[in-house]
């Protein structure tokens, strides 16, 4: 279990009982994106400008996004999620955090999913704070961070703007988690970006992701509003 500096620190005076048991930390299987998937995350990398914060999310089109950016700098991260592609990134000097408006020098998140070697980056690692997830994706924290880039994923959208990650129809495939807090909080940052990024088709080919209106069932994960 890496330690991580930040909010999650518990006073051992607060505490009734431990219990102390070895178990290895789930690690992420590598997941290497497809030709399509490289593709689109190259395009949207193009959109992420030198000097950016960043929130990239869960799945392989926010891995492929993050693949492309090593020719950036001075990127920032303030986020919910860490992962294997943001540990890459601080390894090669591309996300050193040194344009943040908010804990400028610190990648900031709260909570991470990788591989070990993630893990062992992370542990006591000065330059990384977690912190709750009520102040990672305040509306108000967000959108504090100048140029703030909010990259993430649909699996609809329909031609009103209203777009969604959980479900499509009544079958869910994840929960809201934070994309919807990112959309709006770096829509209202100076210079933010509110991204979001996902094929035209299914992945057989058989089926538009891109749809008049939303399937009957499926969650507005983003409302029209939120959609620009």
């Given at each position: 279990?890496?330690?991580?500096?930040?909010?999650?620190?518990?006073?051992?005076?607060?505490?009734?009982?431990?219990?102390?048991?070895?178990?290895p930390l789930l690690e992420h299987e590598e997941y290497v994106p497809e030709y399509l998937?490289?593709?689109?995350?190259?395009?949207?990398?193009?959109?992420?400008?030198d000097g950016a914060t960043i929130r990239v999310g869960w799945g392989g089109m926010p891995?492929?996004?993050?693949?492309?950016?090593?020719?950036?700098?001075?990127?920032?991260?303030?986020?919910?999620?860490?992962?294997?592609?943001?540990?890459?990134?601080?390894?090669?000097?591309?996300?050193?955090?040194?344009?943040?408006?908010?804990?400028?020098?610190?990648?900031?998140?709260?909570?991470?999913?990788?591989?070990?070697?993630?893990?062992?980056?992370?542990?006591?690692?000065?330059?990384?704070?977690?912190?709750?997830?009520?102040?990672?994706?305040?509306?108000s924290v967000i959108a504090s961070q100048r140029n703030m880039t909010a990259i993430n994923?649909?699996?609809?959208?329909?031609?009103?703007?209203?777009?969604?990650?959980?479900?499509?129809?009544?079958?869910?495939?994840?929960?809201?988690?934070?994309?919807?807090?990112?959309?709006?909080?770096?829509?209202?940052?100076?210079?933010?970006?509110?991204?979001?990024?996902?094929?035209?088709?299914?992945?057989?080919?058989?089926?538009?992701?891109?749809?008049?209106?939303?399937?009957?069932?499926?969650?507005?994960?983003?409302?029209?509003?939120?959609?620009?």
């Amino acid at each position: 279990m890496p330690y991580i500096y930040g909010e999650g620190i518990a006073n051992l005076q607060d505490v009734d009982y431990v219990i102390v048991k070895d178990e290895p930390l789930l690690e992420h299987e590598e997941y290497v994106p497809e030709y399509l998937v490289q593709k689109i995350g190259r395009n949207v990398a193009r959109l992420v400008e030198d000097g950016a914060t960043i929130r990239v999310g869960w799945g392989g089109m926010p891995d492929a996004v993050l693949s492309h950016l090593s020719d950036k700098r001075h990127l920032g991260l303030h986020s919910d999620l860490f992962t294997d592609g943001v540990a890459e990134l601080m390894r090669e000097g591309v996300l050193d955090n040194s344009r943040k408006s908010l804990d400028p020098g610190i990648a900031v998140a709260s909570f991470a999913v990788g591989k070990r070697a993630t893990y062992e980056f992370l542990h006591k690692n000065p330059d990384v704070i977690f912190k709750t997830i009520d102040s990672t994706n305040s509306l108000s924290v967000i959108a504090s961070q100048r140029n703030m880039t909010a990259i993430n994923t649909a699996l609809e959208i329909d031609l009103t703007g209203q777009a969604t990650a959980e479900s499509l129809g009544g079958r869910f495939y994840s929960g809201v988690g934070g994309e919807a807090d990112f959309m709006r909080g770096s829509a209202l940052a100076v210079g933010g970006k509110p991204i979001l990024a996902l094929p035209s088709l299914s992945n057989d080919g058989l089926s538009s992701r891109i749809v008049p209106q939303l399937s009957p069932g499926a969650s507005a994960t983003f409302h029209r509003g939120d959609v620009s």
